[in-house]
Nanobody, 125 residues
Framework: QVQLVESGGGLVQAGDSLRLSCAGS????????MAWFRQVPGNEREFVAT????????YYADSVKDRFAISRDDAKNTVYLQMNSLKPEDPAVYYC??????????????????WGQGTQVTVSS
């Protein structure tokens, strides 16, 4: 029903910026809540940000507030994560996810039905 493919990521220096993209397929893309998560090997998947199905509301984890911005462009079937002022604490595999009929803001990974393959973000100081 919905397939997600992430792009972006890479190795950057602390203080730099990156924009991750998540391209989706499916006719109902614009009706899904979208979110970004990240995961370090050996750790649980961590909530980063979410945007409502209408795009009218956003919500962020405290660790990334004022630095990251989530947005969506339904005409392009794409959700973005703009990451500014990257810190050495930010490296992880970043995943985009989507879900239907979610109460906003949903932060638990188990609530989302569709996931991208993940993209690696590495930050050097």
């Amino acid at each position: 029903q919905v397939q997600l493919v992430e792009s972006g990521g890479g190795l950057v220096q602390a203080g730099d910026s990156l924009r991750l993209s998540c391209a989706g397929s499916g006719r109902t893309f614009n009706s899904y809540t979208m979110a970004w998560f990240r995961q370090v090997p050996g750790n649980e998947r961590e909530f980063v940000a979410t945007i409502s199905w209408s795009g009218s509301s956003t919500y962020y984890a405290d660790s990334v507030k004022d630095r990251f911005a989530i947005s969506r462009d339904d005409a392009k079937n794409t959700v973005y994560l703009q990451m500014n002022s990257l810190k050495p604490e930010d490296p992880a595999v970043y995943y985009c996810a989507s879900g239907a009929m979610l109460v906003f803001p949903s932060q638990r990974p188990s609530l989302y039905n569709y996931w991208g393959q993940g993209t690696q973000v590495t930050v050097s100081s």
